[in-house]
C-alpha cells in the first residue's frame, strides 16, 4: 500500500485538469461542432493530426469518430510532407492536436494545408501559439500542471485533451442524429453488435423452455413447470394468458422456512405481481438495461395487450455470447 498515496495524489491532479479544461470551455466548442457538421454535411471528413502523445489522442478520436457515424482519419505530419497530403479531399476540416502549439512537423503542415482551402481546428493549451493562430477555431486544453513529478511528462495534459476530444464526438454523435441502430450497424461483430442487433424474440424462451402456470397452480406445480424447463423462475398467467406475476428460485428460497407447507401453498400468494416486462420488438441491449437497473435475472416478455409470448433467462446470455 506504499504507493497508493502517491497514486491517488496523481489522479487528483489529473481530476483538477478535467476541472479546468471544463471551465475553460466555450463558444469555440460550439463553433468546432458546427463547422464538423458543415463539412461532414457537405460530404467531407474530419483529418486529425498531432506528434507523440498527441496523435496517440488523435488515433483514439478517429476511432471514436468513425464508431459513432462521423467520417474520420488519422493523418501524420510527418508523412504529410511526403505524399500523404493526397488524404484531404474538398470540404475536409483538420483538427490539430498540440500542446505546445508549436511542434515543427505539424507547423510547417499549416500553411500548405490553409492554401488549399482546408478550415483547422486547434485542440492546444496555448491560445497564442502558432497553431491557434493558423486555425479557424481553438478549442483551449490548458491545464495547470502535468502529474509528472517534474512537470514534463504529459500526464494531465493528455488526459484533458482526451476528454475534450470524447466530449466532441459524443456531442456530433447527437447533433447528427446518430442512434443505436446505427451504432448496431458499424459494430456487427463481438458483445456490443449482438446486444444491438439481436432482438428479445431472438434471445427469448418459448415453447418447452418456456415455463408457465396458471394461477390456481401451487409452489409445487410452479418448481415442477421451472425444473421441466430448466429455467430459474416461471410465469404466472390466467386462462387468457395475461401474466399476473412471476415466481423464481430467489421466491422459493426466501419462503424456505415454511418448508413443511410451502409445496400445497398457491403460487400466486408468494410470486411477485406486475413484474417487469418488455416486448419482443425491443433490442437485447434494453434487456441488460433492465437487468442492470432492477438487479433481475428474469424478464417476462409480453404482447401489447400483456399477454406471455415468452421470458428472457440471465442464464442463456453467455451461451449467445451477449455477456
Known amino acids: 500500500m506504499k504507493y497508493v498515496a502517491q497514486a491517488k495524489e496523481i489522479i487528483d491532479i489529473e481530476i483538477a485538469a478535467l476541472h479546468k479544461v471544463r471551465d475553460q470551455l466555450d463558444g469555440q466548442f460550439d463553433q468546432a461542432v458546427d463547422l464538423i457538421l458543415e463539412h461532414v454535411g457537405r460530404g467531407g471528413k474530419v483529418v486529425v493530426t498531432g506528434l507523440g502523445k498527441s496523435l496517440h489522442i488523435g488515433h483514439k478520436l478517429v476511432g471514436t469518430l468513425r464508431s459513432t457515424g462521423t467520417p474520420s482519419v488519422l493523418l501524420h505530419p510527418s508523412e504529410a510532407m511526403h505524399g500523404d497530403l493526397g488524404i484531404f479531399q474538398p470540404g475536409d476540416v483538420l483538427l490539430s492536436i498540440s500542446y505546445s502549439g508549436e511542434s515543427e512537423e505539424l507547423i510547417e503542415l499549416l500553411p500548405i494545408v ?7 481546428i486547434a485542440l492546444t493549451g496555448e491560445p497564442k501559439s502558432t497553431l ?4 479557424d477555431v481553438v478549442l483551449l486544453a490548458r491545464v495547470d500542471r502535468e502529474a509528472c513529478p517534474f512537470n514534463m511528462a504529459p500526464t494531465a495534459s493528455t488526459t484533458a485533451a482526451l476528454a475534450i476530444c470524447d466530449a466532441l464526438a459524443m456531442v456530433l454523435l447527437e447533433a ?6 446505427d451504432y448496431a450497424k458499424l459494430h456487427p461483430g463481438g458483445a456490443i453488435g449482438r446486444t444491438l442487433l439481436l432482438r428479445v424474440e431472438d434471445i427469448m ?9 396458471g394461477q390456481e397452480a401451487t409452489v409445487k406445480d410452479a418448481v415442477l413447470a421451472m425444473t421441466s424447463a430448466r429455467a430459474g423462475s416461471v410465469a404466472v ?3 387468457k394468458d395475461l401474466v399476473l406475476g412471476i415466481f423464481t428460485d430467489g421466491d422459493l428460497r426466501r419462503h424456505i422456512t415454511n418448508a413443511a407447507s410451502l409445496p400445497g401453498m398457491k403460487v400466486t400468494d408468494v410470486m411477485t405481481a406486475d413484474p417487469i ?7 437485447a441491449v434494453d434487456v441488460l438495461a433492465l437487468y442492470e437497473k432492477h438487479n433481475i435475472d428474469d424478464l417476462v416478455i409480453v404482447d401489447h395487450e400483456g399477454r406471455l409470448m415468452g421470458m428472457v433467462d440471465i442464464q442463456d446470455l453467455p451461451k449467445l455470447k451477449i455477456f
Request: zero cysteines.
Open 114 to 120: 490553409k492554401r488549399n482551402g482546408v478550415s483547422i
Open 132 to 135: 491557434a493562430r493558423y486555425s
Open 176 to 181: 447528427r442524429g446518430f442512434k443505436k441502430e
Open 205 to 213: 424462451r418459448t415453447g418447452d423452455h418456456l415455463a408457465k402456470v
Open 237 to 239: 398467467v390466467d386462462e
Open 277 to 283: 416486462s418488455l416486448t419482443k420488438d425491443h433490442l
